[in-house]
């Protein structure tokens, strides 16, 4: 430096002249040379983030403000990024800055000054984002009860997974899918964020399955260990995942902003497994009590309804007592209709004769002649007429043509057409909905006709006892015929000598038989 600040006296003619340039670099080597590496404790004040990636900030205590600097490739490798407010120790150099006649600090690492600072700067980050309701309890979705595919986002090397597998093997096994990140250091928060966004991601039927639960898991450590799950792109991440998030990092004692963000805190990553899935020894378990329950129910509803169909079958009445009074009702009509018929065909003889004392020959002879009379006169009549009424019906037609517009007759016609459509529609729909009830109806009555037809009857195991065609229904009857003739559900057995068959009147109605 000697060269520089000769002088052979104040403002002698021999002093040497600077340019700024030279000035400003000889500032700039001295501060280099001599503050080449230092360490600087104090308070962040002002922080920029311009859009270059550099870290502008100010270093204060009460009295001074130290100008500093972070470079992009430096601010990328930091595990704390400084806010204002926070007490940190940098560690870099000084130099100068010859554009603004100032010096500044290039700071190389940043780390909160204790304990204590990391602290203050926790809580001042949970307020703020407590503020804007990351972790309000509304926002928090329900885990589902038995997940299909589970997302773990963890390291893949440590103990964690491994505790994680097991616990899900021994209780219920699942398809877990596992996204290594860093659990500590400066990629650990990044790499955590775009984990839990990754797996929000996938689409649904992919050929990568989608998860249907998260967990974020980490073991045990200090505050500076666990200090990445309380950054807040991890808190926001996970306060934005749509698929439901466990929160498994450190230890019970262990609380990380992600705890609060998340929509359930585990203590250990083995509770986190506890909380994804149920044990299906004891869903099994609670099924076969299940199953046995209804099994038992069912039974018990079979011999309720077996015991009603048995008090409602002593109360209905016997099948020959209903059958015997429209039995009755027939043979006094069989015994009434051939005088009713005798009567009617005399009463229609009388007409006939009666009708045909009209139609003698010269009263038709003198009627067809005053027919063919009147219709010669109205021939005669009926060109003239015809040729009127065809000028009449022309006349009105060409004015009809005049006032017709073809545009309104095809406007009317596609109207009538939807209205048409919209008709057919609901007369198919009523005609279907017609059918069905009277096909429902039909059936009901054709089971009821084949319930109430002695027919069924035998199939339960009765018979029908005949002889000569007439049916026998007491003991006294049966010994004095010489043959019988029994029906089964599957035939008939004749037994005995064949019995004459007595013919049976041609209005007698064929007799249904007695069940025995």
């Not at 898991?217 to 995942?241: K, P, Q």
């Amino acid at each position: 430096m000697s060269d520089l600040i000769d002088d052979t006296g104040p403002g002698g003619p021999n002093s040497p002249e600077f340019t700024v340039s030279e000035i400003s670099g000889a500032v700039k080597r001295t501060v280099e040379g001599a503050f080449s590496h230092v360490r600087v404790r104090g308070e962040v004040g002002r922080v920029s983030l311009p859009r270059s990636g550099h870290i502008y900030l100010d270093l204060k205590d009460d009295r001074n403000v130290l100008a500093s600097v972070i470079w992009k490739g430096t601010a990328q490798r930091l595990a704390t990024r400084p806010e204002e407010g926070m007490e940190v120790i940098a560690t870099g150099r000084l130099t100068t800055f010859g554009g603004q006649s100032r010096y500044q600090m290039v700071i190389e690492d940043i780390a909160p000054a204790g304990v204590g600072a990391l602290m203050a700067m926790l809580e001042k980050r949970k307020a703020a984002l407590a503020a804007e309701g990351l972790f309000a309890a509304e926002r928090k979705r329900a885990l589902p009860y038995l997940p299909r595919v589970i997302g773990v986002v963890t390291s893949p090397s440590g103990a964690v997974i491994r505790d994680i597998l097991h616990r899900l093997g021994d209780r219920f096994p699942r398809h877990v899918l596992i996204w290594p990140v860093a659990v500590q250091g400066a990629a650990c928060a990044s790499e955590v964020a775009r984990a839990i966004q990754g797996f929000n991601a996938l689409p649904e039927g992919g050929a990568i399955p989608r998860p249907d639960l998260l967990i974020v898991a980490r073991g045990g450590g200090s505050l500076e260990d666990l200090w990445g799950f309380n950054e807040e792109i991890v808190v926001r991440a996970a306060a934005s995942s749509q698929i439901p998030l466990i929160s498994a990092v450190g230890h019970e004692t262990d609380t990380t902003l992600i705890d609060y963000a998340a929509d359930r805190r585990a203590p250990t990553p083995t509770a986190a497994a506890e909380m994804a899935v149920p044990v299906r020894l004891d869903l099994i378990a609670a099924l076969d009590g299940l199953e046995a329950r209804r099994s038992a129910a069912l039974g018990r509803l079979l011999m309720q309804r077996r015991q009603r169909l048995a008090d409602l079958a002593r109360a209905l009445p016997r099948p020959e007592t209903l059958l015997n009074f429209a039995a009755q009702r027939l043979d006094r009509a069989a015994d009434r209709l051939p005088a009713a018929l005798s009567a009617r065909v005399s009463r229609e003889r009388l007409r006939l004769s009666e009708a045909g004392a009209a139609l003698r020959p010269a009263s038709l002879r003198r009627r067809l002649t005053e027919d063919r009379r009147r219709a010669d006169e109205r021939a005669a009549r009926i060109v003239p007429a015809l040729a009127r009424l065809g000028r009449l019906r022309a006349s009105e037609l060409d004015k009809t043509a005049r006032r017709v517009r073809p545009e309104l007759l095809q406007r009317r016609v596609e109207t009538g057409r939807e209205a048409l459509s919209r008709l057919e529609a609901r007369l198919r729909a009523t005609l279907g909905a017609g059918l069905d009830r009277h096909r429902a109806r039909l059936e009901a009555l054709e089971r009821m006709r084949a319930g109430l037809s002695y027919e069924e009857t035998l199939r339960r195991g009765f018979a029908v006892v005949r002889t000569g065609g007439k049916v026998i229904t007491s003991r006294a009857v049966a010994e004095q015929a010489g043959a019988l003739e029994i029906e089964f559900r599957d035939g008939r057995l004749a037994i005995g000598g064949r019995p004459p068959r007595r013919s049976r009147k041609s209005d007698e109605p064929p007799e249904q038989g007695s069940l025995l």
